[in-house]
């Protein structure tokens, strides 16, 4: 965090020295919100505190935090993926549709499709300047018309994916106690941190999103980092949709349309900011899990859903603010 | 903000002419070359069809209108959907089996409640320094909540009058496009005036374009924001207003929201808005609001089935704004 924000070079004497503290580690006070709002669900419900309630935490978040890698990827570039939810769909429906052929043709097809959706994305972005918020817009919308046409042809009773995949997505080892999904998200976590922090790649899109005409200027071609980001995003939401389709056990054109805007809340939460520039996997990551304890937790309360969409939304509003005050960044 | 140019006579020529209004003008020949294609493809073309589209556009157009005033200003409402769905769900519950006088009154109040609402929301983002995105997409949430405590189910009424008022009829269909054109135009020219010429609407734009700069020529740049949220709210809620009397019942659908926001969104790229404040105007957002609703019976009257007609429509925003792009590239380069 301390290398990208600017103004904290200086520090300023006249806060009292914990408030900076925090404001250099922005994770303690997000990690303090996940433990409080999990002690809170065991209050609520006290079975909660154990290895399987947690597991389903982490079996509901892993797909969220995939999804959510994409939209981290993105925004540190100034971007945005309004198209993550389709293209899960999209790769659920193909992976569904080619399980008969077994999990390694399946799982490899249904990530190409990611990559083909997200490739178009970034040649709109990057190469002909066209708005993101619009360009994946748009990018949703073809898919959504695209793939209901498909389901009623080609594509018609692909609603099962194999067991390889069910496994993948819903199953857990270790006498049920660690979810498989949890295992490829620590995975994906590793490489998205170590990416954006050691490989020049990372760093171009840091920059990107930092200052465009300066990275141009540079020398960077920003066009190709764009392509091969929104590309890299749309792997990403690929992959979170199989996990998902895993997951549920079958597969629908409504299968990951509710992860969109908690994938982005789940970046703004860690810290990301919506401009570019600035931001963390490792905070995307608690942001997933966070929500992913809210969820559980208005599960519990048996709220309806008014009050749950209620209570979700003050909660992202107040962590924003508490975070946007905590740190002096936004 | 192009009307602050300082130079000579010489630089009002067609040049500048075509830069301001150059894309305003293209939307709506466009949409006049849509309604002439449709009008000779289909086998009449009549008042009904001309009532029929006139209404069931009005409440994308509002939405439009709505979000410009915000974009304008510099932000961004990714709420003006759930606000729709909200200020629908209100209206229904309060509306249903009540006289016209009432309905009126209850039309009013649904208004004043979303502007208040909203220019809390710009109160919050003002002062909590939130991106503006970052804030409604929580509103998003929340205002969807209320819109269902309100209207758990699909249900309520207005009034046939209040029907007649935005649709011609009371019964939600019929041959009289006058009340649906009067009730698309006046907003919108009344909206556009007051963002082009009042003083209010004019620090909006002053706002958006450079907020630093509005500040330091004394304009109150957090009074434009909530302002601007205020407007847009209302028009949301006329957007919601409309369509109960198009369809005569309420409805709270999640989906419903996010669907309108995100149009709303394509309709002021579309219309000439810059997403980065102080550029274009409501006119040509309510231009492009009609444009896309008019794409579908296009579509249908050509024979393309819907599924496949949202796929053209998803590349035609793509392909509008790739030309754009392009047309903005070269005008850098040759800057």
């Not at chain 1, 006290?46 to 154990?50: D, E």
């Not at chain 1, 990057?126 to 066209?130: A, D, I």
């Given at each position: 965090m301390s290398l990208e924000s600017r103004e904290e070079m200086v520090p300023d004497i006249s806060q009292p020295r914990w408030t900076i503290w925090l404001s250099d580690h922005p994770l303690v006070v997000l990690g303090s919100v996940l433990v409080v709002l999990v002690l809170v669900t065991g209050v609520i419900e006290?079975?909660?505190?154990?290895v399987s309630g947690l597991r389903n935490t982490v079996l509901l978040a892993a797909p969220l935090g995939i999804m959510a890698g994409a939209q981290t990827i993105l925004m540190l570039t100034g971007g945005i993926d309004l198209s993550v939810g389709m293209i899960a769909t999209a790769a659920a429906y193909v992976a569904a549709n080619q399980s008969p052929n077994g999990a390694l043709i399946a799982i490899t097809l249904g990530l190409l499709v990611g990559v083909a959706a997200g490739t178009v994305n970034g040649i709109g972005v990057?190469?002909?300047?066209?708005n993101p918020l619009i360009m994946t817009l748009a990018m949703s919308s073809i898919l959504i018309g695209l793939f209901t046409a498909l389901s009623f042809t080609?594509?018609?009773?692909?609603t099962t994916v194999n067991d390889f995949i069910s496994t993948l997505g819903g199953g857990s080892f270790l006498g049920n106690r660690i979810p498989y999904n949890a295992l490829v998200w620590t995975g994906v976590s590793l490489l998205i941190v170590y990416g954006l922090r050691y490989t020049g790649f990372g760093r171009l899109l840091y920059a990107l999103g930092d200052n465009p005409v300066a990275t141009r200027l540079a020398g960077v071609r920003s066009w190709q980092v764009l392509i091969v980001a929104y590309a890299l995003a749309g792997l990403l939401a690929a992959l979170a949709g199989i996990l998902l389709a895993g997951r549920t056990g079958a597969v629908d054109l409504q299968l990951a349309v509710n992860f969109l805007l908690p994938s982005v809340a789940a970046a703004v939460i860690g810290?990301?900011?919506?401009?570019?520039g600035i931001g963390t996997y490792s905070g995307t990551v608690l942001g997933a899990l966070i929500l992913g304890v809210l969820a559980t937790m208005l599960t519990f309360l048996n709220a309806g859903q008014a009050i749950q969409q209620i209570v979700y939304g003050s909660i992202v509003l107040g962590l924003a603010w508490l975070y946007a005050r905590v740190t002096g960044v936004s | 903000m192009t009307t602050a140019r300082l130079g000579s006579?010489?630089?009002?020529d067609w040049r500048v002419a075509l830069r301001r209004y150059g894309w305003n003008t293209g939307v709506w020949l466009l949409l006049i070359a849509l309604l002439v294609f449709y009008a000779s493809t289909i086998p009449s073309f009549g008042s009904f069809q001309i009532a029929s589209i006139a209404k069931n556009s009005l409440p994308l157009v509002f939405l439009a209108i709505a979000q410009a005033v915000i974009v304008i200003a510099g932000g961004i409402d990714l709420a003006v959907g759930s606000m729709l769905i909200l200020s629908n769900a209100v209206a229904a519950q309060l509306m249903d089996e009540q006289a016209f006088g009432i309905t009126l009154m209850v039309a009013v109040l649904v208004i004043l409640m979303a502007a208040a609402l909203n220019g809390a929301v710009g109160w919050v983002i003002s002062v909590s320094k939130v991106p503006d995105i970052v804030v409604t997409l929580a509103t998003l949430f929340i205002i969807a909540g209320l819109a269902l405590l309100v209207l758990p189910s699909p249900g309520g009424g207005t009034s046939d009058g209040f029907r007649a008022l935005f649709t011609g009829s009371a019964t939600g269909t019929g041959t009289n496009f006058w009340p649906a054109l009067v009730m698309l135009f006046v907003p919108m020219l009344g909206a556009a005036w007051w963002m082009k010429h009042s003083r209010t609407g004019l620090s909006l734009y002053a706002t958006g374009s450079d907020p630093t700069a509005a500040y330091l020529s004394g304009v109150n740049t957090a009074r434009a924001k909530i302002v601007s949220y205020a407007v847009g709210g209302a028009f949301a809620a006329m957007g919601g207003l409309a369509s109960l009397a198009i369809t005569g019942s309420g409805e709270s659908r999640f989906a419903t929201a996010s669907n309108f926001t995100l149009k709303s969104v394509a309709a002021i790229v579309l219309g000439g808005v810059a997403l980065t404040g102080g550029i274009g105007s409501v006119v040509g957002a309510a231009a492009a609001g009609i444009v896309l609703f008019v794409l579908s019976p296009v579509l249908s009257a050509m024979g393309v089935d819907p599924n496949t007609a949202q796929v053209i429509q998803g590349a035609l925003i793509v392909l509008v704004m790739m030309i754009a792009g392009i047309v903005q590239l070269r005008r850098e380069r040759a800057a």
């Open positions: 006290p079975n909660y505190l154990s990057g190469v002909f300047q066209v080609v594509l018609q009773g692909s810290g990301t900011s919506i401009f570019g | 006579v010489r630089d009002v």
